[in-house]
């Protein structure tokens, strides 16, 4: 199936570091969602951006919908031992009424050096 | 907390035998989906129910794959049989399922080892 490319696929950083990740898709998509996985469980839900252009923070974490509706970043300021997983960007295309297909980027894994 | 339950959480089997995984749902949630987690990608959705009706099955592979939701609450995700390609974490995830979409809860996952 689809992917997004998601970049970088992995990153080490310091602790205390800001964090950049970021998603492209050559579709448009109506929905942008940024996830973390941690090891051995399901995907948590961190930020959804519902409109091109909104910024939306949660905590440290800041996320943008891009104006073209093909791009999205995830920003992690201030890193900590605990942002260590692997961060997934989705898109949610428009659909059929009902249909709730999520496209998700293959990853970007956070390796956090306290 | 509610959260999505997953069972089992890990399978060993040999290809060509026949295994089921089972989900419940938040209480409540109306939309219910199975996904396919490869290694080192992000996870593909297999088929989405709408209670106890399947919704999108396009990306099941229906020749081995099968999925019910009976009473449009807990769901079983079926491979018969087994191939080695198969394994991969398999993760349930439920949303409460209006027209607007909703956000999906991921349960934990059942890890599958096809030997």
């Known amino acids: 199936g689809q992917q997004l490319n998601q970049s970088p696929q992995s990153m080490f950083i310091q602790e205390g570091e800001d964090v950049s990740m970021n998603c492209t898709s050559s579709s448009i998509f109506n929905t942008w969602l940024w996830y973390k996985q941690d090891p051995g469980e399901g995907p948590v839900l961190l930020i959804a951006?519902?409109?091109?252009?909104e910024l939306t923070s949660n905590g440290r974490l800041t996320a943008q919908f891009g104006i073209t509706r093909k791009d999205s970043f995830l920003n992690i300021s201030a890193s900590i031992p605990s942002d260590v997983g692997i961060y997934f960007c989705a898109g949610l295309p428009k659909l059929g009424a009902g249909s709730y297909q999520l496209t998700f980027g293959k990853g970007t894994k956070l390796s956090v050096i306290p | 907390e509610a959260e999505v339950a997953q069972s089992p959480r890990y399978k060993i089997t040999e290809k060509s035998q026949a295994v089921a995984f089972w989900c419940d749902p938040i209480?409540?949630?109306?939309?219910l989906y199975w996904y396919r987690q490869i290694l080192g990608q992000g996870p593909e959705l297999l088929v989405q129910f709408q209670d106890e009706s399947v919704v999108d099955d396009s990306q099941l592979p229906k020749d081995r794959f099968s999925a019910e939701r009976l009473k449009g609450v807990d769901s079983t995700l079926k491979i018969q049989p087994a191939e080695l390609g198969d394994s991969a974490m398999y993760l349930c995830?439920?949303?409460?399922?209006?027209?607007?979409?909703?956000?999906?809860?991921f349960g934990p996952g059942t890890r599958l080892t096809v030997l």
């Open positions: 951006l519902y409109k091109a252009g």
């Open positions: 209480s409540g949630h109306a939309t």
């Open positions: 995830a439920s949303s409460l399922g209006t027209s607007d979409y909703n956000e999906q809860f």
